[in-house]
């Protein structure tokens, strides 16, 4: 079904990896896309795609009424990503800014849907085998993101109850495409510098979901009749970590790690080193944590059937086009021609 001419889409976060690709496929859908960016943010390519862009900061109410008049649909994907730092932090941007944009959407009369981009880490940080979304959320969070990202789905389920808006969340694992500017940068420069070591076997699955398998979740979830409801959401085949990080070596030409530190050993390790940087009050990240433990250590299958059946998700790439279309667009002198 394609939207109408009345329909407008608001993206939040639209200049990031996850919003960038949801505006693409929106527009090439035929939506009328609006983008909420800062005023310091360079949307240029975002015009180019036949975007309108208005002016709005999350963290500033009032800032988003004027963004919001006409908008029947909204995808919100801004948030503050990261794996270290104070609750709060995230808590505001992710949590109250949630409820900013709502009360402002809600204001204007005109929202339909809500699609909220969360996370598969709002499970427990485990190891997990075909986990579906009957699992319970995790209580408190490994980190300060994923415990914002349980607080956003709880506060977005109260407001869509009071206001009667159906919404949709979706919950993707680990993110990656052209314009990623956070994980496949940060674990390039640990391969590139040989620091990167293998969280045991290297052997556990990853949670693997590409920007575009994503997109194309998003705008069936604009369409569904199946609301109310979370989905998980990865690329469908998942890889090894082995597989994630060899695949990265063949594209920028440096050697496969030989490295590799027992489980237990990085846990008991990374709980010592978190508690010495809360110490210190450090702001970076320690070089190992519980959340890339997380990441690299544990076993994170997810089942993405409800999706399949519901939404009618059928991911389209796979996991080796996806990461060498990356590598192409962010190290193009690293890619053999």
């Known amino acids: 079904m394609s939207p109408s001419d009345n329909d407008v889409l608001l993206v939040t976060g639209a200049t990031g990896l996850v919003g960038s690709h949801v505006v693409e496929s929106a527009r090439k859908a035929g939506w009328i896309v609006r983008a909420l960016v800062r005023r310091s943010t360079d949307g240029e390519f975002l015009r180019d795609l036949g975007v309108e862009l208005r002016s709005g900061d999350l963290e500033s109410p009032e800032s988003l009424q004027a963004a919001l008049v006409g908008v029947t649909h909204i995808v919100h994907c801004a948030a503050k990503v990261g794996d270290w730092g104070p609750y709060s932090e995230y808590e505001r941007v992710n949590v109250q800014g949630l409820r900013s944009l709502w009360d402002a959407a809600w204001s204007s009369q005109s929202l339909r849907r809500f699609v909220l981009i969360s996370s598969l880490g709002v499970y427990p940080a485990r190891d997990h085998y075909g986990?579906?979304?009957?699992?319970?959320?995790?209580?408190?969070?490994?980190?300060?993101?994923?415990?914002?990202?349980?607080?956003?789905?709880?506060?977005?389920?109260?407001?869509?109850?009071?206001?009667?808006?159906?919404?949709?969340?979706?919950?993707?694992?680990?993110?990656?495409?052209?314009?990623?500017?956070?994980?496949?940068?940060?674990?390039?420069?640990?391969?590139?510098?040989?620091?990167?070591?293998?969280?045991?076997?290297?052997?556990?699955?990853?949670?693997?979901?590409?920007?575009?398998?994503?997109?194309?979740?998003?705008?069936?979830?604009?369409?569904?009749?199946?609301?109310?409801?979370?989905?998980?959401?990865?690329?469908?085949?998942?890889?090894?970590?082995?597989?994630?990080?060899?695949?990265?070596?063949?594209?920028?030409?440096?050697?496969?790690?030989?490295?590799?530190?027992?489980?237990?050993?990085?846990?008991?390790?990374?709980?010592?080193?978190?508690?010495?940087?809360?110490?210190?009050?450090?702001?970076?990240?320690?070089?190992?944590?519980?959340?890339?433990?997380?990441?690299?250590?544990?076993?994170?299958?997810?089942?993405?059937?409800?999706?399949?059946?519901?939404?009618?998700?059928?991911?389209?790439?796979?996991?080796?086009?996806?990461m060498q279309e990356t590598l192409d667009v962010s190290y193009p002198r690293d890619v053999p021609m």
């Open 131 to 322: 986990t579906d979304e009957l699992e319970p959320l995790s209580e408190t969070g490994i980190d300060s993101y994923t415990r914002s990202k349980i607080a956003a789905e709880g506060l977005l389920k109260e407001l869509a109850a009071r206001d009667r808006v159906p919404f949709v969340i979706l919950r993707p694992g680990f993110i990656y495409g052209p314009r990623d500017r956070t994980v496949v940068p940060r674990v390039v420069d640990r391969l590139r510098s040989g620091q990167f070591a293998y969280l045991g076997s290297g052997e556990n699955l990853l949670n693997n979901t590409a920007a575009r398998n994503l997109a194309t979740a998003v705008l069936l979830a604009l369409e569904t009749p199946n609301t109310g409801e979370a989905y998980n959401i990865t690329d469908g085949r998942l890889v090894s970590k082995r597989e994630f990080i060899e695949t990265i070596c063949r594209g920028i030409d440096v050697p496969f790690p030989q490295k590799r530190i027992p489980l237990w050993f990085a846990r008991m390790l990374a709980s010592g080193l978190e508690r010495v940087w809360r110490l210190l009050g450090r702001e970076a990240p320690p070089p190992l944590s519980q959340a890339t433990i997380k990441f690299l250590g544990f076993n994170t299958d997810y089942s993405i059937e409800k999706a399949r059946q519901f939404l009618g998700f059928d991911p389209q790439l796979d996991f080796s086009e996806a």
